[in-house]
Structures are given as C-alpha cells and as structure tokens.
C-alpha cells in the first residue's frame, strides 16, 4: 500500500490549496481517506475523511465552511481544497487509509 501526496505549498493569506493524494496497492474503494494536519509544535488535527466508493464526506466542524474532499476512482487520487488560508494553517497535512497507511505529508505555509 502506498499513499504518495503532491509537494509543497506556498500560499497567500485569504487563497486556497489544494493537496493530492494517490493511493496504491490496494482496491481504493474498499476504504476511506482521512485527512490529518499538524500544526507546528501540535499536535494532530483530524480533517475529516471520504468514502471513495460514494464520495461520502464528513468533516470537522473547525473546517466544514472551508475544506472540501474529493475523490477520482479512475486515477485512485483523493484530494484536499481548503479555502480562505490563513497564517494558523501552516502545517503539514496527511492522507491516511485510517490510521494504518499514511501519505508522505505536504508542507503548506501560509504567509504574505
């Protein structure tokens, strides 16, 4: 199994990013992805996950009006867009076939 995610980010105060995540070695449907972020100095923050067999989401509530996930079953990708960045969203965020298999982590840094 294998999470590999896209590289990292620089982004401006009040713009958006979007993180990709392409599993393989495994049927992409037969389980979640989870999204997990860490804050430096923090610990993990969970995000929310979805369910590439409906494209079922649930998220955090701290991110719900700002994060969307999707998924394409075609290329076994998920994806993160989490909108209207701002300095306290510098972290690194995963991937994760919860809580076994874990993406390498995307660096975003926010800053102006």
């Known amino acids: 199994v294998q999470l590999v995610q896209s590289g990292a980010e620089l982004r401006n105060p009040g713009t958006s990013v979007k993180i990709s995540c392409k599993t393989s070695?495994?049927?992409?449907?037969?389980?979640?992805i989870a999204w997990v972020r860490q804050v430096p100095g923090q610990g993990l923050e969970w995000m929310g996950r979805?369910?590439?067999?409906?494209?079922?989401?649930r998220y955090a509530r701290k991110f719900q009006d700002r994060v969307t996930f999707t998924v394409y079953t075609s290329t076994n990708t998920a994806y993160v867009e989490l909108n209207n960045l701002r300095s306290d969203d510098t972290a690194v965020y995963y991937c994760?076939?919860?809580?076994?298999?874990w993406g390498q982590g995307t660096q975003v840094t926010v800053s102006s």
């Open positions: 070695g495994y049927t992409f449907i037969n389980d979640y």
């Open positions: 994760t076939r919860p809580y076994r298999w």
């Open positions: 979805i369910d590439p067999e409906d494209h079922g989401t």
